[in-house]
């Protein structure tokens, strides 16, 4: 298994951090940007076609939480099982930038901010 190292890359379109998942450290996923299998991903999908490298990067929704694709109920569900806050990260890399981000999470190993 690889180790936790800040990459920017790594960082999902939902604020994820990819470079602290057991999948991506194992090579068994690819990583949010580079997993074409995720076409199910509304997220994804929105950022891709609309050149954001993250929602953080969003013009059009000033809270993450306004935007149907981000805060739905799969979504929900997942934050409430992972125990992650997704919006909180997407509002982290809009406060310090993707790569400060980054550097944070892997320091801290972490995939997500704690709810």
Do not use: H
Request: hydrophobic share 35%; charged share 30%; net charge positive.
């Amino acid at each position: 298994m690889n180790s936790i190292v800040a990459d920017s890359k790594a960082v999902a379109y939902c604020g994820l951090y990819c470079g602290a998942c057991k999948a991506y450290l194992s090579e068994k996923c690819p990583g949010c940007a580079k997993n074409d299998k995720a076409k199910w991903c509304k997220i994804r999908q929105c950022c891709i076609d609309n050149k954001l490298s993250s929602c953080a990067d969003c013009k059009e929704f000033t809270d993450v939480s306004q935007c149907k694709m981000f805060d739905n109920f799969m979504a929900k569900i997942f934050a409430f099982i992972f125990n992650s806050n997704r919006k909180a990260c997407i509002e982290k890399i809009k406060e310090i930038g993707i790569e400060k981000f980054a550097e944070e999470m892997a320091s801290n190993k972490l995939q997500s901010i704690k709810r």
